[in-house]
């Protein structure tokens, strides 16, 4: 009964500068590759090809243990070998664990003639994510999934709105430095004043109003964050700087991508992304800091089958 189906996954950004764990959106590149087949025999082997040294051990694997809340699920017993090949670094703030934990489930799903819904398969995927940062949360798996950009009202109940978007073109530059995800949440403040509150809450509308009408000037101011940005671009060096003079050259605006080092700026055309990435470069070669930078698009499409 042996049957197998390789997919992409995706790379996300989330949070969306204001909208911290709630907003979240697909990037065409980079994206991990992952086979699955499907097994006689019940069980899971997870294997990776890539250079991340990540663990196989299935229960702390991410995809494993967004796999192992699957395979429970389901009325009948599941046996599965999964290769993965990461080329999302971990630690790099692009949704690595949630590429690992969606793509597994949404192939699994593909084996068993779709027997779970999406929400189901976000459900799943969150137990990688507690795996991953030590917090279920959605804002990386569901524009995976899904693709385009995505809101996550709420994950007690699963509540979800995609959000139609234009045509967006997306740099990223990713200094080689590691933030973990369980730190960055660990140095974020518990309360927050009702002042900041508001110019959030303002900023979040904005976005989503922005993003639906597509408003390039009003998703472009909307793009501040008065609560988690100025707390962990502490972490990044360079990042006022990479900021400021990205949307002086014609970015519509950016900042920290999930929760860093990775920086992110949208931008209306490609050429802009393009200027965009240069004066990321400079600014990393001048710092002397290692990088990696993606000039791509909005992916609309969230996982597909290879
Ligand atoms: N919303 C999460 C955070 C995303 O910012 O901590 C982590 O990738």
Redesign the pocket.
């Known amino acids: 009964m042996e049957k197998t189906i390789t997919i992409k996954s995706p790379a996300t950004i989330?949070?969306l500068v204001c909208g911290?764990?709630i907003l979240g959106l697909a990037l065409e590149e980079p994206y991990d590759v992952m086979t699955l087949t499907r097994k006689d025999a019940p069980g899971l082997t997870i294997k990776h090809i890539d250079e991340y040294g990540l663990t196989e051990k299935p229960e702390d694997n991410v995809a494993g243990a967004a796999l192992l809340a699957l395979m429970e699920a389901y009325e009948t017993k599941l046996g599965f070998e999964l290769t993965i090949d990461k080329r999302i670094k971990p630690g790099s703030?692009l949704?690595s664990s949630?590429a690992s934990a969606a793509g597994a489930v949404y192939a699994a799903n593909k084996l068993i003639e779709n027997a779970f819904s999406n929400d189901d398969l976000i459900r799943f995927a969150m137990n990688g994510e507690k795996v991953a940062?030590g917090v279920k949360?959605a804002?990386?798996i569901t524009p995976c999934l899904l693709g385009g950009v995505t809101l996550i009202r709420s994950i007690h109940p699963l509540d979800i709105i995609k959000i139609d978007a234009p045509e967006l073109f997306i740099t990223v530059v990713h200094p080689q430095i590691e933030v973990k995800?369980s730190d960055?949440?660990q140095i974020l403040k518990e309360d927050i004043s009702l002042k900041k509150a508001i110019r959030q809450w303002g900023n979040i509308a904005g976005l989503v109003a922005g993003l639906m009408q597509k408003d390039y000037e009003l998703i472009g101011r909307s793009l501040e964050d008065v609560i988690?940005e100025p707390v962990r671009s502490i972490l990044i060096p360079a990042f006022d700087e990479v900021k400021a003079k990205c949307i002086e050259a014609g970015a519509l605006g950016g900042g920290i991508s999930?929760?860093g080092p990775s920086i992110f700026m949208l931008n209306k055309n490609q050429e802009t992304a393009l200027i965009v990435e240069d004066i990321m470069k400079n600014i990393y070669t001048r710092v002397g800091i290692e990088f990696k930078t993606y000039v791509t698009k909005l992916n609309t499409k969230g996982i597909t089958t290879l």
């Open positions: 989330a949070n911290f764990d703030g949704g949630a940062s949360h804002d990386n995800t960055a949440r988690i999930g929760s």
